[in-house]
């Protein structure tokens, strides 16, 4: 795995494979890699002749307030981690090769960015299409893959590729979930043992609005009060949001039709945690 810092050298390997003809797909991250990402990263190696992964701690989409000076670091791991799974190239780099000093150029896929976590997290959307466009100009693929995970950025990015008509196929990758239902996720390492049993409120919630679908239950605001309920009784989460919303618009929906996305975000303790699932009729 070839590693690079600089924007020049990144783009000339990506360049000199694209000339040879090859596919070329990336996997952006923020590294301290789990196996999340690491099924990113197979879904690229899979339909893609040459993988970049990056990894970039990007300052623009922490709020005043957030966890960027104690984001989990690992990079010696994550190089380990993405050489056995055969990336090609590595983008890594620091903040001021990324953000020219006195920049104020900015991407912002509006009225979107608004929505579910950009309510809570002002400036976060805008910070991560700022840097998702640039990291497509840097490497140019022909596809780039994100986990349904971050849903609201998922429907974000899409957006950003379709108004900008950028050339670059957006793949998303299923929510991979530790065994007990809990979805991976870097900041899962700020829990402690109490709080981890706790987090697990965020995948019941869902689970409990899954289960009233299928029982044929369609209005959202029933299933709302419902998954709201395990939140009740679990007196250190404090929920964020719980919302029923069509994934593209992000808008609410009221009637539950297949497809819906519901997402829940959580504090527990200083740790705020996301998830999401797309409601599917099983046949009821
Ligand atoms: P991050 O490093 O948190 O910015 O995440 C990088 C990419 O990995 C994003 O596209 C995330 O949606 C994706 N990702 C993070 N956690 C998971 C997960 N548990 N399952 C699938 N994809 C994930």
Redesign the pocket.
Known sequence: MNIFATIEEVRAACRAAKREGKRLGL???????????L??VRAARASCDVVAASIFVNPAQFGPNEDLAKYPRSFERDCAQLEKEKVDLLFAPAVEEVYPPGAVTWVTVEELSEKLDGRSRPGHFRGVTTVVAKLFHIIEPDAA??????AA??AIVRRMARDLNLPVEIVV?????EADGL?????NAYLDPRQRMQALVLHRSLMRAQSLFDQGERNAAKLIAAAREEFAAENLARLDYFEIVNPDTLDPVEDVSDGALVAVAAGIGTTRLIDNILLVNSGH
């Open positions: 996997v952006p991250t923020m590294g301290a890699l789990h196996d999340g990402h099924s990113l893959f994100f986990g349904q995970k971050d950025q998922v990758c299923p929510i991979v979930r979805a991976m996720s870097s900041r």
